[in-house]
Protein backbone atom coordinates (compact mmCIF):
# COMPACT_ATOMS: atom_id res chain seq x y z
CA UNK A 1 0.00 0.00 0.00
CA UNK A 2 1.72 3.32 -1.24
CA UNK A 3 0.53 4.97 2.10
CA UNK A 4 1.67 2.54 4.40
CA UNK A 5 4.95 4.17 5.46
CA UNK A 6 3.48 7.23 6.67
CA UNK A 7 0.97 5.32 9.44
CA UNK A 8 4.28 3.14 10.03
CA UNK A 9 6.06 6.34 10.52
CA UNK A 10 4.14 8.26 13.02
CA UNK A 11 6.56 11.43 13.76
CA UNK A 12 7.48 13.99 11.19
CA UNK A 13 9.27 17.07 10.60
CA UNK A 14 7.79 19.89 9.54
CA UNK A 15 9.90 23.05 8.20
CA UNK A 16 9.53 26.45 7.80
CA UNK A 17 12.41 28.61 6.61
CA UNK A 18 12.65 31.56 4.51
CA UNK A 19 13.40 35.20 4.09
CA UNK A 20 10.97 35.60 7.37
CA UNK A 21 13.55 33.99 9.32
CA UNK A 22 16.02 37.20 8.67
CA UNK A 23 13.96 39.72 10.76
CA UNK A 24 12.68 36.83 13.11
CA UNK A 25 9.49 38.65 13.95
CA UNK A 26 11.03 42.15 14.59
CA UNK A 27 10.37 44.64 11.59
CA UNK A 28 11.89 48.03 12.29
CA UNK A 29 12.34 47.83 16.15
CA UNK A 30 8.55 46.29 16.22
CA UNK A 31 7.75 43.04 17.34
CA UNK A 32 4.68 40.64 16.06
CA UNK A 33 2.55 39.21 18.29
CA UNK A 34 1.41 36.29 15.57
CA UNK A 35 3.52 34.23 13.77
CA UNK A 36 6.93 34.51 12.46
CA UNK A 37 6.51 33.68 8.81
CA UNK A 38 3.40 36.48 8.79
CA UNK A 39 5.67 38.93 9.07
CA UNK A 40 5.06 40.92 5.19
CA UNK A 41 1.64 40.22 5.95
CA UNK A 42 1.70 41.91 9.74
CA UNK A 43 3.52 44.64 8.53
CA UNK A 44 2.16 45.18 5.22
CA UNK A 45 5.81 45.21 3.88
CA UNK A 46 5.92 46.17 -0.17
CA UNK A 47 7.28 43.49 -2.54
CA UNK A 48 9.94 45.47 -3.09
CA UNK A 49 11.08 46.17 0.70
CA UNK A 50 10.59 42.50 1.58
CA UNK A 51 11.98 41.48 -1.11
CA UNK A 52 15.16 43.19 -0.64
CA UNK A 53 15.90 40.78 2.31
CA UNK A 54 16.82 38.32 -0.31
CA UNK A 55 20.09 40.25 -0.78
CA UNK A 56 21.17 39.54 3.19
CA UNK A 57 20.00 36.02 2.85
CA UNK A 58 23.39 33.70 2.89
CA UNK A 59 22.93 31.00 5.90
CA UNK A 60 26.48 30.16 6.05
CA UNK A 61 25.36 27.43 8.82
CA UNK A 62 22.57 25.35 6.39
CA UNK A 63 23.87 21.83 6.02
CA UNK A 64 20.77 19.43 5.05
CA UNK A 65 22.52 16.62 5.93
CA UNK A 66 22.98 18.09 9.62
CA UNK A 67 19.09 18.84 9.68
CA UNK A 68 18.24 14.94 8.44
CA UNK A 69 20.31 13.76 10.90
CA UNK A 70 18.75 15.78 14.15
CA UNK A 71 15.77 14.17 12.46
CA UNK A 72 16.54 10.94 12.37
CA UNK A 73 17.52 11.32 15.65
CA UNK A 74 14.91 12.86 17.25
CA UNK A 75 13.01 9.27 16.01
CA UNK A 76 11.85 11.26 13.06
CA UNK A 77 10.60 9.60 9.65
CA UNK A 78 9.94 12.09 7.20
CA UNK A 79 10.37 15.64 6.86
CA UNK A 80 8.58 18.57 5.25
CA UNK A 81 10.31 21.68 4.00
CA UNK A 82 8.31 24.99 3.08
CA UNK A 83 9.59 25.21 -0.74
CA UNK A 84 7.40 28.56 -1.29
CA UNK A 85 4.88 30.02 1.45
CA UNK A 86 2.44 32.88 1.60
CA UNK A 87 4.80 34.93 0.77
CA UNK A 88 5.79 33.74 -2.46
CA UNK A 89 9.31 33.50 -2.46
CA UNK A 90 10.76 30.35 -3.70
CA UNK A 91 13.09 28.16 -1.05
CA UNK A 92 14.45 26.15 -4.45
CA UNK A 93 15.55 26.77 -7.93
CA UNK A 94 13.31 27.85 -10.00
CA UNK A 95 13.01 28.52 -13.59
CA UNK A 96 9.32 30.43 -13.55
CA UNK A 97 10.41 32.78 -11.11
CA UNK A 98 13.30 34.61 -10.29
CA UNK A 99 11.84 35.17 -6.92
CA UNK A 100 14.01 32.46 -5.65
CA UNK A 101 16.76 31.64 -3.28
CA UNK A 102 19.35 30.66 -6.06
CA UNK A 103 18.80 33.67 -8.05
CA UNK A 104 17.93 35.88 -5.77
CA UNK A 105 20.23 35.72 -2.92
CA UNK A 106 24.07 35.84 -1.85
CA UNK A 107 23.72 32.25 -0.79
CA UNK A 108 22.96 31.10 -4.34
CA UNK A 109 22.40 26.86 -3.13
CA UNK A 110 19.04 25.16 -3.05
CA UNK A 111 18.35 24.08 -0.35
CA UNK A 112 15.76 21.43 -1.45
CA UNK A 113 17.53 19.79 -3.79
CA UNK A 114 20.07 19.22 -0.57
CA UNK A 115 17.47 18.23 1.14
CA UNK A 116 16.51 15.71 -1.35
CA UNK A 117 19.78 14.48 -1.74
CA UNK A 118 20.26 13.88 2.14
CA UNK A 119 16.79 12.45 3.03
CA UNK A 120 17.30 8.70 1.68
CA UNK A 121 20.60 9.21 3.54
CA UNK A 122 19.13 9.16 6.75
CA UNK A 123 15.84 7.53 5.95
CA UNK A 124 13.78 10.15 5.55
CA UNK A 125 11.13 10.23 3.25
CA UNK A 126 11.16 13.91 1.27
CA UNK A 127 7.72 16.42 1.66
CA UNK A 128 7.29 19.55 0.05
CA UNK A 129 4.82 22.13 1.76
CA UNK A 130 3.64 24.48 -1.18
CA UNK A 131 1.08 27.45 -0.65
CA UNK A 132 -0.84 26.72 -3.77
CA UNK A 133 -3.68 29.41 -3.21
CA UNK A 134 -1.93 32.17 -1.25
CA UNK A 135 1.03 34.29 -2.88
CA UNK A 136 1.79 37.91 -1.77
CA UNK A 137 4.20 38.69 -4.46
CA UNK A 138 2.60 37.56 -7.25
CA UNK A 139 -0.36 40.63 -8.17
CA UNK A 140 -3.24 37.95 -8.61
CA UNK A 141 -2.55 35.47 -5.90
CA UNK A 142 -5.23 33.98 -4.05
CA UNK A 143 -7.14 37.29 -1.83
CA UNK A 144 -10.57 36.53 -0.25
CA UNK A 145 -11.30 39.81 -0.69
CA UNK A 146 -11.92 43.18 1.85
CA UNK A 147 -15.52 41.31 3.05
CA UNK A 148 -13.99 38.43 4.13
CA UNK A 149 -13.32 37.91 7.54
CA UNK A 150 -9.48 38.41 8.99
CA UNK A 151 -6.37 36.33 10.08
CA UNK A 152 -5.86 37.82 13.47
CA UNK A 153 -6.55 41.54 11.87
CA UNK A 154 -4.75 40.48 8.97
CA UNK A 155 -5.78 40.42 5.35
CA UNK A 156 -5.26 37.02 3.95
CA UNK A 157 -4.11 38.49 0.34
CA UNK A 158 -1.92 40.95 -0.68
CA UNK A 159 -4.00 44.16 -0.22
CA UNK A 160 -1.00 46.60 0.54
CA UNK A 161 0.52 46.12 -3.01
CA UNK A 162 -2.39 44.66 -4.92
CA UNK A 163 -5.07 46.84 -3.08
CA UNK A 164 -8.07 46.51 -6.55
CA UNK A 165 -8.90 42.98 -5.26
CA UNK A 166 -11.61 43.12 -8.55
CA UNK A 167 -9.00 43.05 -10.62
CA UNK A 168 -7.40 40.16 -9.40
CA UNK A 169 -7.29 37.39 -11.73
CA UNK A 170 -6.78 34.17 -9.62
CA UNK A 171 -6.22 32.10 -12.83
CA UNK A 172 -3.30 34.06 -14.27
CA UNK A 173 -1.25 33.14 -11.12
CA UNK A 174 -2.19 29.47 -10.95
CA UNK A 175 -1.35 28.94 -14.93
CA UNK A 176 1.85 31.20 -14.52
CA UNK A 177 2.97 30.41 -11.35
CA UNK A 178 1.56 27.62 -9.54
CA UNK A 179 1.09 25.01 -11.83
CA UNK A 180 4.24 25.41 -13.21
CA UNK A 181 6.44 25.78 -9.97
CA UNK A 182 4.77 22.43 -9.13
CA UNK A 183 5.68 20.61 -11.97
CA UNK A 184 9.18 21.92 -11.40
CA UNK A 185 9.00 20.56 -7.98
CA UNK A 186 7.16 17.53 -8.92
CA UNK A 187 9.81 16.44 -11.39
CA UNK A 188 13.19 18.19 -10.10
CA UNK A 189 13.59 16.30 -6.63
CA UNK A 190 13.34 12.83 -7.22
CA UNK A 191 10.34 10.86 -5.51
CA UNK A 192 8.09 12.86 -3.12
CA UNK A 193 6.72 11.58 -0.26
CA UNK A 194 3.88 14.02 0.54
CA UNK A 195 2.53 17.63 -1.17
CA UNK A 196 1.59 19.66 1.64
CA UNK A 197 -0.72 22.11 0.93
CA UNK A 198 -1.82 25.01 3.12
CA UNK A 199 -4.99 27.45 2.78
CA UNK A 200 -7.40 26.69 0.48
CA UNK A 201 -9.08 30.00 0.60
CA UNK A 202 -10.21 30.98 -3.33
CA UNK A 203 -8.92 27.79 -5.02
CA UNK A 204 -11.85 26.65 -6.60
CA UNK A 205 -12.70 23.08 -6.63
CA UNK A 206 -11.82 22.24 -10.38
CA UNK A 207 -8.17 23.74 -9.89
CA UNK A 208 -7.66 21.96 -6.40
CA UNK A 209 -8.56 18.94 -8.71
CA UNK A 210 -5.75 19.88 -11.52
CA UNK A 211 -3.21 19.97 -9.04
CA UNK A 212 -4.46 16.73 -7.75
CA UNK A 213 -3.91 15.44 -10.97
CA UNK A 214 -0.78 16.99 -11.71
CA UNK A 215 0.50 14.82 -8.55
CA UNK A 216 -0.83 11.52 -9.25
CA UNK A 217 0.21 12.11 -12.64
CA UNK A 218 4.22 13.11 -12.05
CA UNK A 219 4.44 11.35 -8.58
CA UNK A 220 1.96 8.26 -8.53
CA UNK A 221 3.17 7.45 -5.00
CA UNK A 222 3.06 10.90 -3.30
CA UNK A 223 0.29 11.74 -0.64
CA UNK A 224 -1.40 14.96 -0.42
CA UNK A 225 -2.94 16.50 2.41
CA UNK A 226 -6.70 17.44 3.00
CA UNK A 227 -5.82 21.07 3.20
CA UNK A 228 -5.15 20.96 -1.16
CA UNK A 229 -9.07 21.57 -0.38
CA UNK A 230 -12.51 20.67 -1.25
CA UNK A 231 -12.02 17.06 0.36
CA UNK A 232 -9.34 15.97 -2.20
CA UNK A 233 -6.39 14.72 -0.50
CA UNK A 234 -4.98 11.11 0.88
CA UNK A 235 -4.99 12.05 4.68
CA UNK A 236 -6.17 14.82 6.75
CA UNK A 237 -4.50 17.43 8.13
CA UNK A 238 -5.91 18.42 11.84
CA UNK A 239 -5.65 21.97 12.96
CA UNK A 240 -2.49 23.52 13.66
CA UNK A 241 -1.69 21.97 17.23
CA UNK A 242 -5.07 20.42 17.76
CA UNK A 243 -5.68 17.09 19.36
CA UNK A 244 -8.13 14.93 18.14
CA UNK A 245 -10.57 13.57 20.98
CA UNK A 246 -11.24 10.22 19.53
CA UNK A 247 -9.63 8.06 16.72
CA UNK A 248 -10.64 9.32 13.51
CA UNK A 249 -11.36 7.11 10.38
CA UNK A 250 -8.50 6.90 7.83
CA UNK A 251 -5.29 8.93 8.06
CA UNK A 252 -4.52 11.89 9.78
CA UNK A 253 -1.61 14.05 11.34
CA UNK A 254 -1.66 17.23 13.50
CA UNK A 255 1.18 19.75 12.40
CA UNK A 256 2.42 21.17 15.78
CA UNK A 257 4.78 24.18 16.72
CA UNK A 258 7.43 23.61 19.24
CA UNK A 259 7.07 27.21 21.00
CA UNK A 260 4.40 29.77 19.35
CA UNK A 261 5.45 30.15 16.14
CA UNK A 262 6.43 28.04 12.49
CA UNK A 263 9.11 30.46 11.07
CA UNK A 264 12.29 31.21 13.69
CA UNK A 265 11.61 34.56 16.07
CA UNK A 266 13.93 35.99 18.37
CA UNK A 267 12.06 36.59 21.35
CA UNK A 268 9.93 33.37 20.68
CA UNK A 269 11.62 31.24 23.86
CA UNK A 270 7.70 29.53 25.01
CA UNK A 271 9.38 26.02 23.97
CA UNK A 272 7.60 22.87 25.03
CA UNK A 273 9.57 20.19 27.51
CA UNK A 274 10.62 17.03 25.92
CA UNK A 275 8.00 15.62 28.45
CA UNK A 276 5.50 17.59 26.87
CA UNK A 277 6.27 16.36 23.47
CA UNK A 278 6.67 13.67 23.96
CA UNK A 279 3.09 13.62 25.44
CA UNK A 280 1.56 15.37 22.87
CA UNK A 281 3.16 12.25 20.43
CA UNK A 282 1.96 9.29 22.43
CA UNK A 283 -1.84 11.30 22.69
CA UNK A 284 -1.38 11.21 19.26
CA UNK A 285 0.08 7.84 18.84
CA UNK A 286 -3.09 6.39 20.96
CA UNK A 287 -5.50 8.13 17.83
CA UNK A 288 -3.76 6.61 15.54
CA UNK A 289 -2.96 10.22 13.75
CA UNK A 290 0.91 11.68 13.15
CA UNK A 291 2.85 14.23 14.82
CA UNK A 292 4.51 16.45 11.99
CA UNK A 293 6.37 19.14 14.52
CA UNK A 294 7.92 21.93 13.64
CA UNK A 295 11.44 23.33 13.25
CA UNK A 296 12.09 27.07 12.05
CA UNK A 297 15.56 27.14 11.57
CA UNK A 298 17.83 30.45 12.24
CA UNK A 299 19.10 32.71 9.49
CA UNK A 300 21.90 31.40 9.62
CA UNK A 301 21.14 28.00 8.53
CA UNK A 302 20.83 26.65 12.26
CA UNK A 303 18.30 24.84 14.10
CA UNK A 304 17.75 26.92 17.69
CA UNK A 305 19.86 25.08 20.13
CA UNK A 306 16.21 24.48 22.40
CA UNK A 307 15.12 22.90 19.54
CA UNK A 308 18.04 20.62 19.40
CA UNK A 309 17.83 19.79 22.94
CA UNK A 310 14.02 18.80 22.95
CA UNK A 311 14.49 16.39 19.57
CA UNK A 312 17.48 14.97 21.36
CA UNK A 313 15.42 13.73 24.27
CA UNK A 314 12.54 12.61 21.70
CA UNK A 315 15.29 10.70 20.03
CA UNK A 316 16.33 8.82 23.23
CA UNK A 317 12.76 8.27 24.47
CA UNK A 318 11.91 6.76 20.63
CA UNK A 319 15.17 4.93 20.76
CA UNK A 320 13.80 3.23 24.23
CA UNK A 321 10.46 3.13 23.39
CA UNK A 322 9.60 3.72 19.66
CA UNK A 323 8.20 0.02 19.63
CA UNK A 324 4.96 1.55 21.65
CA UNK A 325 4.54 4.49 18.45
CA UNK A 326 5.39 3.44 14.96
CA UNK A 327 3.15 1.37 13.57
CA UNK A 328 0.77 0.76 16.20
CA UNK A 329 -2.45 1.22 16.13
CA UNK A 330 -5.36 3.28 18.27
CA UNK A 331 -6.54 2.78 21.83
CA UNK A 332 -9.28 0.24 21.52
CA UNK A 333 -10.68 1.08 25.02
CA UNK A 334 -14.23 3.41 25.76
CA UNK A 335 -12.03 6.33 26.58
CA UNK A 336 -8.52 7.82 27.07
CA UNK A 337 -6.83 6.90 30.79
CA UNK A 338 -6.18 10.06 32.82
CA UNK A 339 -2.74 8.50 33.70
CA UNK A 340 -1.67 7.99 29.97
CA UNK A 341 -2.37 6.51 26.74
CA UNK A 342 -2.46 3.13 25.06
CA UNK A 343 -1.37 2.21 21.64
CA UNK A 344 -1.89 -1.43 20.20
CA UNK A 345 0.49 -3.18 18.49
CA UNK A 346 -0.57 -6.37 15.88
CA UNK A 347 2.20 -7.63 13.73
CA UNK A 348 1.46 -11.04 11.70
CA UNK A 349 1.56 -14.16 13.45
CA UNK A 350 3.08 -12.19 16.74
CA UNK A 351 0.82 -11.87 19.53
CA UNK A 352 -1.14 -8.98 20.44
CA UNK A 353 0.90 -6.16 22.64
CA UNK A 354 -1.04 -3.54 24.52
CA UNK A 355 1.46 -0.77 24.99
CA UNK A 356 0.61 1.91 27.94
CA UNK A 357 2.79 4.84 28.09
CA UNK A 358 2.45 6.24 31.55
CA UNK A 359 2.40 9.92 31.52
CA UNK A 360 1.69 10.40 35.70
CA UNK A 361 3.20 7.56 37.59
CA UNK A 362 1.04 5.95 39.91
CA UNK A 363 1.23 2.41 42.03
CA UNK A 364 -1.54 1.02 40.32
CA UNK A 365 -3.30 1.66 37.08
CA UNK A 366 -6.80 0.00 35.85
CA UNK A 367 -8.04 -0.94 32.64
CA UNK A 368 -11.72 -1.44 31.96
CA UNK A 369 -12.91 -4.11 29.25
CA UNK A 370 -10.24 -6.06 28.11
CA UNK A 371 -11.84 -9.19 26.91
CA UNK A 372 -8.82 -11.13 26.34
CA UNK A 373 -6.55 -12.91 28.33
CA UNK A 374 -3.28 -11.15 29.58
CA UNK A 375 -0.24 -13.54 28.40
CA UNK A 376 2.04 -11.78 30.45
CA UNK A 377 3.09 -7.96 30.93
CA UNK A 378 6.76 -6.55 31.90
CA UNK A 379 8.22 -2.85 32.00
CA UNK A 380 9.80 -2.47 28.76
CA UNK A 381 13.25 -1.36 28.39
CA UNK A 382 13.85 -2.01 32.01
CA UNK A 383 15.57 -5.61 32.69
CA UNK A 384 14.57 -7.91 35.31
CA UNK A 385 11.62 -5.57 36.25
CA UNK A 386 8.50 -8.06 36.51
CA UNK A 387 5.02 -5.83 36.68
CA UNK A 388 2.37 -8.01 38.99
CA UNK A 389 -0.87 -7.48 37.16
CA UNK A 390 -4.06 -9.17 37.97
CA UNK A 391 -7.92 -9.21 37.79
CA UNK A 392 -9.86 -6.50 40.70
CA UNK A 393 -13.65 -7.61 40.06
CA UNK A 394 -15.78 -7.90 36.40
CA UNK A 395 -13.50 -6.80 33.38
CA UNK A 396 -11.31 -4.74 35.57
CA UNK A 397 -7.25 -5.40 35.06
CA UNK A 398 -5.16 -3.72 38.05
CA UNK A 399 -1.64 -3.11 36.61
CA UNK A 400 1.20 -2.42 39.79
CA UNK A 401 3.70 -0.06 38.56
CA UNK A 402 7.23 -0.57 39.49
CA UNK A 403 8.38 2.06 41.82
CA UNK A 404 11.23 2.51 39.59
CA UNK A 405 9.71 3.90 36.49
CA UNK A 406 8.39 6.44 38.66
CA UNK A 407 11.29 8.14 37.88
CA UNK A 408 11.84 7.81 33.89
CA UNK A 409 10.15 9.97 31.38
CA UNK A 410 7.08 8.41 30.05
CA UNK A 411 7.82 4.82 30.43
CA UNK A 412 6.28 1.98 28.98
CA UNK A 413 4.39 -1.50 30.56
CA UNK A 414 3.37 -4.07 27.65
CA UNK A 415 0.71 -6.43 28.27
CA UNK A 416 1.08 -9.26 25.96
CA UNK A 417 -2.17 -11.01 24.90
CA UNK A 418 -2.92 -14.62 24.29
CA UNK A 419 -4.86 -13.38 21.46
CA UNK A 420 -3.33 -12.39 17.25
CA UNK A 421 -6.05 -10.24 16.31
CA UNK A 422 -7.14 -6.94 17.23
CA UNK A 423 -8.30 -6.94 20.92
CA UNK A 424 -11.86 -7.79 21.90
CA UNK A 425 -12.78 -4.77 24.30
CA UNK A 426 -16.30 -4.26 25.97
CA UNK A 427 -18.41 -1.07 25.26
CA UNK A 428 -19.84 -0.32 29.26
CA UNK A 429 -19.35 3.04 30.18
CA UNK A 430 -18.82 2.34 33.99
CA UNK A 431 -16.90 4.17 36.34
CA UNK A 432 -13.07 3.96 36.52
CA UNK A 433 -11.13 4.68 39.71
CA UNK A 434 -13.97 6.75 40.87
CA UNK A 435 -14.71 8.52 37.64
CA UNK A 436 -16.81 8.09 34.85
CA UNK A 437 -16.02 9.48 32.28
CA UNK A 438 -18.18 10.38 29.13
CA UNK A 439 -16.34 11.79 25.84
CA UNK A 440 -18.68 13.21 23.30
CA UNK A 441 -17.75 11.10 20.70
CA UNK A 442 -19.17 7.97 22.49
CA UNK A 443 -22.77 9.98 23.50
CA UNK A 444 -25.57 9.77 21.01
CA UNK A 445 -26.52 13.19 19.83
CA UNK A 446 -30.67 14.32 19.35
CA UNK A 447 -31.40 17.35 17.59
CA UNK A 448 -34.31 19.05 18.78
CA UNK A 449 -37.09 21.23 17.01
CA UNK A 450 -35.45 24.55 17.87
CA UNK A 451 -33.60 26.65 14.98
CA UNK A 452 -30.65 28.79 16.75
CA UNK A 453 -30.95 32.26 16.95
CA UNK A 454 -27.78 32.81 15.28
CA UNK A 455 -25.86 30.53 12.77
CA UNK A 456 -22.26 30.16 14.08
CA UNK A 457 -20.36 29.90 10.55
CA UNK A 458 -21.50 33.69 10.06
CA UNK A 459 -19.44 34.61 12.90
CA UNK A 460 -16.86 31.72 12.59
CA UNK A 461 -15.37 32.99 9.16
CA UNK A 462 -12.17 31.30 8.37
CA UNK A 463 -10.40 28.53 10.57
CA UNK A 464 -6.88 28.96 10.99
CA UNK A 465 -6.39 26.06 8.28
CA UNK A 466 -8.64 28.50 5.81
CA UNK A 467 -11.61 25.92 5.50
CA UNK A 468 -14.90 27.01 5.57
CA UNK A 469 -17.19 25.64 8.21
CA UNK A 470 -20.45 24.57 7.09
CA UNK A 471 -23.08 26.61 8.42
CA UNK A 472 -24.65 24.50 10.87
CA UNK A 473 -27.60 25.29 13.75
CA UNK A 474 -27.41 21.97 15.60
CA UNK A 475 -24.21 20.62 17.51
CA UNK A 476 -22.48 18.09 15.72
CA UNK A 477 -19.86 15.76 16.33
CA UNK A 478 -16.20 17.74 14.61
CA UNK A 479 -13.55 15.77 12.89
CA UNK A 480 -11.39 15.98 16.28
CA UNK A 481 -14.85 13.68 17.71
CA UNK A 482 -15.91 17.10 20.15
CA UNK A 483 -19.30 18.07 20.57
CA UNK A 484 -19.12 21.21 18.61
CA UNK A 485 -21.16 24.72 17.23
CA UNK A 486 -23.62 23.97 20.39
CA UNK A 487 -25.28 27.18 20.55
CA UNK A 488 -28.63 25.39 20.04
CA UNK A 489 -30.22 25.03 23.57
CA UNK A 490 -32.98 22.50 22.34
CA UNK A 491 -30.27 19.66 21.39
CA UNK A 492 -28.78 16.94 23.79
CA UNK A 493 -26.30 14.46 24.14
CA UNK A 494 -26.86 10.95 25.95
CA UNK A 495 -25.35 8.37 27.19
CA UNK A 496 -25.84 5.27 29.12
CA UNK A 497 -23.77 3.81 31.87
CA UNK A 498 -23.48 1.42 34.63
CA UNK A 499 -23.31 2.74 38.09
CA UNK A 500 -21.51 -0.22 40.41
CA UNK A 501 -22.72 1.01 43.78
CA UNK A 502 -24.88 4.29 44.63
CA UNK A 503 -23.50 7.41 46.29
CA UNK A 504 -22.65 11.12 45.59
CA UNK A 505 -20.84 12.41 42.37
CA UNK A 506 -19.24 15.61 41.67
CA UNK A 507 -20.19 16.58 37.74
CA UNK A 508 -17.57 18.33 35.92
CA UNK A 509 -18.03 19.19 32.03
CA UNK A 510 -15.02 19.41 29.82
CA UNK A 511 -14.81 21.80 27.49
CA UNK A 512 -12.46 23.15 24.54
CA UNK A 513 -11.69 26.42 23.09
CA UNK A 514 -13.08 25.90 19.67
CA UNK A 515 -10.60 27.65 17.67
CA UNK A 516 -7.16 28.00 16.79
CA UNK A 517 -5.69 30.41 19.83
CA UNK A 518 -9.13 31.55 21.43
CA UNK A 519 -9.84 31.86 25.05
CA UNK A 520 -11.34 28.93 26.58
CA UNK A 521 -14.51 30.40 28.12
CA UNK A 522 -17.27 29.33 30.74
CA UNK A 523 -20.46 30.78 31.97
CA UNK A 524 -22.56 28.38 29.86
CA UNK A 525 -26.20 27.12 31.67
CA UNK A 526 -26.52 23.43 31.32
CA UNK A 527 -29.13 20.95 32.19
CA UNK A 528 -28.17 17.58 33.60
CA UNK A 529 -30.89 14.78 33.89
CA UNK A 530 -29.91 11.33 34.89
CA UNK A 531 -32.78 8.71 34.99
CA UNK A 532 -33.42 5.02 34.81
CA UNK A 533 -34.09 1.97 36.62
CA UNK A 534 -38.01 2.68 37.00
CA UNK A 535 -36.84 5.84 39.62
CA UNK A 536 -37.87 9.95 38.74
CA UNK A 537 -35.31 11.74 36.91
CA UNK A 538 -32.35 13.32 38.83
CA UNK A 539 -31.96 16.57 37.38
CA UNK A 540 -29.30 19.20 37.82
CA UNK A 541 -29.13 22.42 36.20
CA UNK A 542 -26.12 24.76 36.46
CA UNK A 543 -23.73 27.50 35.43
CA UNK A 544 -20.44 26.10 34.65
CA UNK A 545 -17.58 28.04 36.68
CA UNK A 546 -14.01 26.41 35.69
CA UNK A 547 -10.19 26.61 34.99
CA UNK A 548 -8.01 25.57 31.61
CA UNK A 549 -6.33 22.81 32.06
CA UNK A 550 -2.71 23.59 30.85
CA UNK A 551 -1.89 19.43 31.11
CA UNK A 552 -4.81 18.63 28.95
CA UNK A 553 -4.29 22.02 26.12
CA UNK A 554 -2.53 21.97 23.30
CA UNK A 555 -1.69 25.33 24.32
CA UNK A 556 -3.56 26.24 21.01
CA UNK A 557 -7.18 24.66 21.69
CA UNK A 558 -7.69 25.53 25.55
CA UNK A 559 -9.41 22.50 27.44
CA UNK A 560 -11.05 23.15 31.25
CA UNK A 561 -13.04 21.94 33.13
CA UNK A 562 -16.47 23.27 35.00
CA UNK A 563 -18.28 22.03 38.03
CA UNK A 564 -21.68 21.77 37.30
CA UNK A 565 -22.70 20.91 40.72
CA UNK A 566 -23.05 17.35 42.96
CA UNK A 567 -25.84 14.66 42.19
CA UNK A 568 -27.09 11.86 44.03
CA UNK A 569 -27.85 8.35 43.26
CA UNK A 570 -30.08 6.44 44.94
CA UNK A 571 -28.75 2.35 44.43
CA UNK A 572 -26.40 0.64 41.46
CA UNK A 573 -27.31 -0.05 37.87
CA UNK A 574 -27.58 1.51 34.38
CA UNK A 575 -28.73 5.12 34.06
CA UNK A 576 -29.45 7.50 30.69
CA UNK A 577 -27.53 10.13 31.21
CA UNK A 578 -28.52 13.24 29.27
CA UNK A 579 -26.84 16.72 29.03
CA UNK A 580 -28.55 20.04 27.71
CA UNK A 581 -26.79 23.39 27.04
CA UNK A 582 -29.54 26.11 28.22
CA UNK A 583 -27.95 29.13 27.25
CA UNK A 584 -24.38 30.65 27.08
CA UNK A 585 -23.19 33.71 28.05
CA UNK A 586 -21.67 35.24 24.59
CA UNK A 587 -23.25 34.04 22.10
CA UNK A 588 -21.01 35.25 19.49
CA UNK A 589 -18.16 32.91 21.34
CA UNK A 590 -19.48 29.94 19.80
CA UNK A 591 -21.20 28.41 22.44
CA UNK A 592 -20.01 24.85 23.82
CA UNK A 593 -17.65 22.71 22.02
CA UNK A 594 -18.02 19.94 24.46
CA UNK A 595 -15.66 17.05 24.99
CA UNK A 596 -16.85 14.79 28.11
CA UNK A 597 -18.54 14.95 31.17
CA UNK A 598 -17.15 13.45 34.07
CA UNK A 599 -18.75 12.17 36.92
CA UNK A 600 -16.21 11.42 40.10
CA UNK A 601 -17.90 9.66 42.88
CA UNK A 602 -17.07 11.41 46.21
O1 LIG B 1 -0.84 30.23 7.52
C1 LIG B 1 -0.15 29.03 7.68
C2 LIG B 1 0.92 29.13 8.73
O2 LIG B 1 1.81 30.13 8.39
C3 LIG B 1 1.65 27.80 8.86
O3 LIG B 1 2.30 27.46 7.66
C4 LIG B 1 0.66 26.71 9.20
C5 LIG B 1 1.24 25.33 9.31
O4 LIG B 1 0.23 24.40 9.44
N1 LIG B 1 -0.40 26.66 8.19
C6 LIG B 1 -1.13 27.91 7.97
C7 LIG B 1 -2.10 28.15 9.05
O5 LIG B 1 -2.83 27.02 9.34
Known amino acids: MRAQWFSEARFGMFIHWGLYSIPGGIWRGREMSYIGEW ?26 EQWCRTARDAGMRYLVFSAKHHDGFAMYRSRVDSYNVVDATPFGRDPLAELAAACPKYGLKLGIYYSQDLDWHHPDGGDPGPESPKNHGMSWGNDWDYPAHRGKRFRRYFEGKAIPQLTELLTGYGPVGIMWFDCPLTISREESGRIVELVRKLQP ?14 YGSYG ?38 LSLLASLAEK ?64 TRLHLIIREFRPEIRLYGLEEVVFRCWAAAEPECPVEFGCSGGRCLTIRLPERLRARLLPV ?13 CTDLVPLDHVLRLP ?27 ERHPAVSHCCLDRTGNLAEWHNPADRIEWEAYFPEEGRYRVEVVTVSGIHGAAWKTGQKVELAVSGDGGAANVLVATLNGRPDPSASDRCYI ?44
Open 288 to 351: DTNYLLNVGPMPDGSFPPETVRVLRETGKWLERYGFAVYGCGANPFQCSFDWGYVTVEQRPGKR
Open 413 to 425: VTLELACRNAPAV
Open 39 to 64: LQACFRIPNREYGALAARFNPERFDA
Open 221 to 234: DCLINTRIGHGFGD
Open 240 to 277: DNQLPAAPPEGMWETPGTLNRTWGFKWNDHDWKTPGEV
Open 440 to 466: AARGTIRHGQREAAVEPAELRGLGAAG
Open 559 to 602: RGSAEAGTLSLNGAGRRKISLRMLDCPDREALAMTLAELRLVRL
